[in-house]
């Protein structure tokens, strides 16, 4: 008795049970195939020829090879920039320090977690670039929850903003702290997957 292994999920069993339809549609020998020696007719003849046999097995294997591509290239495309890379922040009253900017490729909130943190925390924005007038342009959300303000370490959180719904395709992470020489350090990527907390004024 054989036993149908499943293929890695791609569109899971639904994609079985069409392949399996449609090689029963197309193949009026599938009995046949499921058993193994094949039966034979009442000349003496196989139900299926080999040569048929080899091509209508490669047929299913070719239909399953191309959804699994599909599945795969489908999953590639909801990929977004949620990669991290280091940050490194030395405050000062001149304003505030920022990190090189990265592709924004959707309109996730922009993750961030810090390492080290200076006393009461800080506040943190994302600029996206306007590459027309060759400028940063401040794009946090002020609105939703107030000032976007970290204060805790080991502790992930979203920031709110607008870069990809204001047309803009690079992001960069800044922060400040008024009258601090300090610094703070953690890591940060344009995007986000999963669910964490959004920073507010009082996080």
């Known amino acids: 008795m054989y036993r149908i292994i499943p293929f890695q999920q791609f569109d899971t069993q ?40 080899a091509a209508t097995l490669a047929a299913v294997v070719m239909a399953f090879s191309c959804m699994a591509v599909s599945a795969s290239a489908a999953e590639t495309a909801t990929c977004n920039n949620h990669d991290d890379t280091a940050f490194s922040f030395a405050f000062s009253d001149w304003g505030r320090s920022n ?5 924004k490729t959707d309109t996730s909130g922009t993750y961030i977690i810090a390492n080290t943190i200076c006393n009461g925390g800080f506040d943190v924005y994302v600029d996206g670039y306007d590459s027309n007038a ?3 342009v401040d794009c946090t959300d002020k609105t939703t929850r107030g000032q976007p303000h970290l204060k805790t370490t080991n502790n992930p959180g979203l920031i709110s ?19 601090s020489n300090r610094s703070a350090t953690g890591l940060w990527s344009p ?13």
């Open 134 to 136: 060759g400028e940063w």
């Open 99 to 103: 990190t090189t900017g990265r592709s």
């Open 14 to 53: 639904n994609s079985l049970i069409r392949a399996k339809s449609i090689f029963k549609s197309e193949c009026k020998w599938y009995d046949a195939i499921t058993r193994w020696p094949p039966k034979r007719n009442k000349n003496g003849d196989t139900e299926m020829g080999i040569k048929k046999f």
């Open 191 to 203: 995007d986000s997957a999963g669910s964490y907390r959004y920073l507010g004024s009082t996080t």
């Open 161 to 179: 903003q607008w870069v990809y719904e204001d047309g803009y395709r690079t992001a960069r992470l800044g922060g400040y702290k008024w009258g």
